[in-house]
Structure formats: C-alpha cells, structure tokens
C-alpha cells in the first residue's frame, strides 16, 4: 500500500443557538459550548447521536439554518499513511461511537474529535475546546444536548411496563408434566 500524507485540521464551532452574548462569556472564561470537526482528505468528520458522519469542510448546518460559527481552525499536524489505514482508523471510530451513543457532557462531538486526532497519531485537540464538558460531567450534567450535522434518530421508546402477573411462575398442568415426564424418561 502507499502511503501518503493528509493534513489533519481541526475546525472549532460556537454553536448559534447559545447567543452571541453568552457564547462571548463562556468564551472569555475559556468554557465555550463548542462543536468540532476534523478536516481530512477534502472531509470533514465529527459525531452525534446518528453516530460519525463525513461532511463538507466547515458545512457545520442542518437543513438552510447554519446551526454554528466557526471560530478557529486549527491545523494539528499530518496523518501519514494508505487509504486502508486511514480507513481502518475511522472504521474502529465508528464501533467506539455508535448511534445512540451521544452524550453531551461524556461522548460527544469534541470527544470524538479528540479520539480521531488521537488515532491518527498526533496529540489530541485543546483541553479547552471540551472543557464546558467537564465541568458539566463534574456537576452531574449529561443530556443530549446541542448536536450539529447529519440526521439523529428519534429517541427510542420507553420500553413497555412489565406485566407482574407474566412474571410469576407457572404451575404446569398434570397433562404436561406427564408429557415431560415422558420427554426425560425417552419414551
């Protein structure tokens, strides 16, 4: 296979619907609500609860409505190697960030951001474009939350109530205890 360098970029979002003012704040302490992507190959790649999706470098909307601004980006370094594996690389992603999988404070968009950059080789992204994650994990935070891109699916149902009277155990009847009999003794 023949190897080949990409430049790997990381592209860092505030999301529109925090409001300029309150994006401006959080900024200024270095608690951004921040969206991330990484740019490879002409790509962009990031993560919600549809689990990891490609799209245009810094397309960052769902549907006419941008949903964010990019606010920087940054060039991290370059992956070097073949097509099999780059793929390779966001094929294991893809397992360790399924759908339904998102969670705003412990796996989201930033977290999957760091994770690709990591198994790429190089250093992973600022501490402070995910830092409002940890602080929100550290108060016990961890809704769905803002997600940017691709399609995610509804949330599942709630699960149907169990019926206590199906969870209790069955007599069996004389008839089938004599079939069972039968059953063991190979008759």
Same mark, same amino acid.
């Given at each position: 296979?023949?190897?080949?360098?990409?430049?790997?970029?990381?592209?860092?979002?505030?999301?529109?619907?925090?409001?300029?003012?309150?994006?401006?704040?959080?900024?200024?302490?270095?608690?951004?609500?921040?969206? #991330?992507?990484?740019?490879? *190959? &002409?790509?962009? %790649?990031?993560?919600?609860? &549809?689990?990891? /999706?490609?799209?245009?470098?810094?397309?960052?909307?769902?549907?006419?409505?941008?949903?964010?601004?990019?606010?920087? #980006?940054?060039?991290?370094?370059?992956?070097?190697?073949?097509?099999?594996?780059?793929?390779?690389?966001? *094929?294991? $992603?893809?397992?360790? /960030?399924?759908?339904?999988? %998102?969670?705003?404070?412990?796996? *989201?968009?930033?977290? /999957?951001?760091?994770? /690709?950059?990591?198994?790429?080789?190089?250093?992973?992204?600022?501490?402070?474009?995910?830092?409002?994650? #940890? %602080?929100?994990?550290?108060?016990?935070l961890g809704a769905k939350g803002l997600q940017v891109g691709g399609d995610a699916p509804a949330p599942a149902p709630a699960p149907a109530p169990r019926d206590p009277a199906r969870e209790q155990k069955k007599?069996?009847?004389?008839?089938?205890?004599?079939? $069972?009999?039968?059953?063991?003794?190979?008759?």
């Amino acid at each position: 296979m023949v190897s080949r360098e990409r430049t790997v970029t990381l592209h860092v979002y505030d999301f529109v619907a925090t409001g300029s003012r309150t994006s401006a704040a959080l900024s200024w302490l270095q608690l951004g609500l921040h969206h #991330s992507g990484v740019e490879i *190959n &002409g790509s962009e %790649y990031s993560f919600n609860d &549809g689990g990891v /999706f490609k799209a245009p470098p810094q397309a960052c909307s769902r549907g006419a409505a941008p949903q964010c601004v990019l606010v920087e #980006s940054l060039h991290l370094g370059a992956h070097v190697g073949s097509v099999n594996d780059f793929n390779g690389v966001l *094929n294991d $992603l893809r397992r360790a /960030f399924p759908p339904g999988s %998102y969670a705003l404070t412990s796996r *989201n968009c930033n977290h /999957f951001s760091d994770a /690709f950059v990591r198994a790429l080789g190089l250093g992973g992204i600022p501490a402070r474009v995910n830092r409002a994650a #940890s %602080y929100g994990r550290w108060l016990g935070l961890g809704a769905k939350g803002l997600q940017v891109g691709g399609d995610a699916p509804a949330p599942a149902p709630a699960p149907a109530p169990r019926d206590p009277a199906r969870e209790q155990k069955k007599e069996l009847t004389a008839e089938q205890r004599a079939i $069972l009999a039968r059953l063991k003794g190979g008759a």
